[in-house]
C-alpha cells in the first residue's frame, strides 16, 4: 500500500511541476519583462467592491461576431483537377445503402486440406521452437518456465495429432471430391 501511495503522490508532484512549467512557459521570454512592469506600475485596486454606475445600465450595441477562422490544427488542401469536392454536412442525412456482399466461395475439400497442411507446418514449427525454449531453461536450471514449457508441449501436441487425423480424412475426401470432378488426385 506504500508504495501505491508513493507513486500517487510521485505523480501529483509530477503533474504540478508539469502545469507550473507550462505556465511559465506559455509566455516568451521577451514578454515577461513588459508583464513584470505593468504589473508593478499599475496601481492597487481600491475598493473590492464595485459600485454601480450610470454607464452601466444603458445598453451597449452587440458589435458583429467575427467570422470563424479555421482551426489551427486544421488541414486545408487545395482542390486539383478531377478532385470531387466533399457534399457539405446536413443535419439528418438519408441513410446510406451498403454495396451487396459477395457470397462466399466454396470451401472445398481441396482448401480445406490446404488450409490445415499449413496450420499444420506452423504448428509443427511451434513446437520445435518450444523443445528448444525447454532444453534451454533446462540447462539454465528455470524449473518455472520447464512446466510451463511442458504444459504448451502437451497441448500442442494434442492439437497436432487431431490435425494430422484431420490431414488423413480431408485427403480421402479431396481425392474423392478429384474423382467426381475428374481432375488429377491431390
Do not use: C, F
Not at 475598493?47 to 479555421?70: C, D, G, M
Not at 518450444?130 to 531453461?137: F, G, K, T
Amino acid at each position: 500500500m506504500k508504495t501505491r501511495y508513493r507513486l500517487m503522490l510521485m505523480a501529483a508532484v509530477a503533474l504540478g511541476v508539469a502545469v507550473s512549467l507550462g505556465l511559465l512557459w506559455r509566455s516568451s521570454p521577451s514578454e515577461a519583462p513588459e508583464v513584470m512592469e505593468e504589473a508593478a506600475s499599475a496601481p492597487p485596486p481600491s475598493s473590492p467592491v464595485p459600485t454601480p454606475t450610470v454607464a452601466a445600465a444603458v445598453p451597449r450595441p452587440e458589435s458583429p461576431p467575427e467570422p470563424q477562422a479555421a482551426p489551427r490544427d486544421a488541414t486545408v488542401v487545395a482542390l486539383r483537377p478531377g478532385d470531387v469536392a466533399p457534399e457539405p454536412e446536413v443535419a439528418n442525412p438519408p441513410p446510406q445503402t451498403n454495396d451487396e456482399l459477395q457470397p462466399e466461395l466454396p470451401q472445398t475439400a481441396q482448401w480445406k486440406l490446404e488450409k490445415t497442411t499449413h496450420i499444420t507446418a506452423l504448428l509443427g514449427r511451434d513446437v520445435e521452437r518450444l523443445e528448444h525454449e525447454r532444453e534451454l531453461a533446462e540447462a539454465r536450471g528455470d524449473s518455472g518456465r520447464v512446466h510451463q514449457l511442458e504444459t504448451l508441449l502437451k497441448r500442442h501436441h494434442g492439437r497436432l495429432v487431431g490435425l494430422r487425423e484431420e490431414l488423413r480424412t480431408l485427403t480421402e475426401a479431396a481425392a474423392a471430391e478429384a474423382a467426381r470432378e475428374g481432375r488429377p488426385a491431390p
